[in-house]
């Protein structure tokens, strides 16, 4: 292959499915015969190992406790809100 014919190669091949942290669609090339770049997890050996409990929910952003932290919030701008009325 000479230079030219590999960077047109690399130009029109699939292009990874993953996005990036700024919400793009990865430019890199997927790995062959994968639908992600070595990046994202077309890489051999990559991706969690089967039965991972690290990837289990820890329940820090569960709508219930989104939900909480709202209304804890909301409570703690009346309390500072009848602070204020109290003190003027």
């Given at each position: ?82 602070l204020r009325e109290m003190n003027h």
């Amino acid at each position: 292959m000479t230079g030219t014919h590999r960077f047109q190669a690399m130009l029109t091949s699939p292009r990874c499915g993953a996005k990036t942290r700024r919400g793009t669609a990865c430019a890199s090339p997927a790995a062959h015969g994968k639908k992600r770049c070595r990046m994202h997890g077309g890489a051999a050996g990559s991706g969690a190992p089967k039965g991972n409990r690290n990837a289990l929910k820890h329940g820090f952003f569960t709508k219930e406790s989104r939900d909480q932290g709202k209304d804890i919030a909301r409570r703690w701008r009346e309390i500072r809100a009848l602070l204020r009325e109290m003190n003027h």
